[in-house]
């Protein structure tokens, strides 16, 4: 039976898929009988970069992915049907959004996938050093990004966690003039020697709120093929990495433990897919 308080609804134009709100905000699209169909695109960008990095990697080898930020656990599901066996561990706090996951859109059987209700930031912490062959941190409090989840110190544990050849792959939101994004991706690039950042050609260009896909590692990253999966995705989106990134990024301090600060939502009204 279905609540007024619901967050977890059936979508009106595909049977058997899922939508997750926050107010009016779509968190996550989830069809179980579907795991490999993505509809919203950051999580299309984010599943491209997982595929261009650990993905091509020894297919004997077994993964180990943590995922920041559960939803409708669209990546995680997506994962354990195109990579049978990867370990997967999902930090999730909202125990009334789970508890209605698990009741309405259950995980498979012998997924992989565990699920700890706790914070990114406990979670992260609880970890062994050299755990993840990628961290994909892709949280928000309802419009907002944590504060506690963009400072300096979060990447530094971030990279604590990943193995060598580890890949942080983190969904922002933002808009011009990109204050909060420039602050966040300098206390990555303390961390973090390579970095290169996915977003649509007009949020980049400032004229709508949207969605920016980060990608960092201490290791190369494949950048050519990066970039050229994000130029035919369908909206148009655009790669930008190396020194295009850093003069992106100027003069920004990072968020500091002391004095983290949440991102803004949208200042515009434009519907938006967190």
Not at 244 to 262: E, N, Q, S, V, Y
Request: charged share 25%; net charge neutral.
């Amino acid at each position: 039976m279905s609540g007024v308080n619901d967050r977890v609804e059936a979508d009106r134009e595909v049977r058997g898929a899922f939508l997750v709100r926050t107010g009016k905000t779509q968190q996550s699209w989830v069809d179980p009988d579907d795991p490999l169909r993505l509809e919203f695109e950051y999580v299309q960008r984010i599943a491209e970069i997982l595929r261009v990095t650990i993905l091509g990697r020894d297919r004997d080898a077994r993964l180990r992915v943590v995922h920041l930020g559960g939803g409708g656990m669209t990546l995680p599901r997506w994962l354990a049907a195109v990579r049978p066996g990867t370990a997967q561990v999902v930090c999730e706090p909202d125990g009334e959004l789970l508890a209605e996951v698990r009741r309405k859109l259950p995980l498979p059987p012998r997924s992989g996938i565990k699920v700890r209700e706790v914070d990114g930031r406990s979670g992260l912490a609880a970890m062994a050093p050299d755990y993840a062959d990628a961290m994909i941190v892709d949280a928000f409090d309802g419009l907002h990004v944590p504060g506690a989840l963009a400072t300096t110190e979060f990447f530094a544990d971030v990279s604590r966690v990943l193995r060598s050849g580890g890949v942080l792959i983190m969904n922002l939101a933002d808009e011009s003039p990109f204050g909060w994004s420039r602050a966040c991706l300098a206390g990555v690039a303390e961390h973090f020697r390579h970095a290169l950042v996915t977003a649509e050609t007009s949020v980049l260009k400032g004229r709508r709120y949207g969605n920016f896909v980060l990608a960092a590692a201490r290791t190369a990253l494949p950048v050519d093929a990066l970039d050229t999966v994000a130029r035919q995705a369908l909206f148009g989106y655009r790669a930008v990495a190396g020194a295009a990134l850093k003069r992106w990024i100027g003069g920004a301090a990072p968020f500091t433990d002391a004095a983290p600060r949440d991102s803004h939502g949208p200042t515009s009204g434009h519907t938006w897919y967190g």
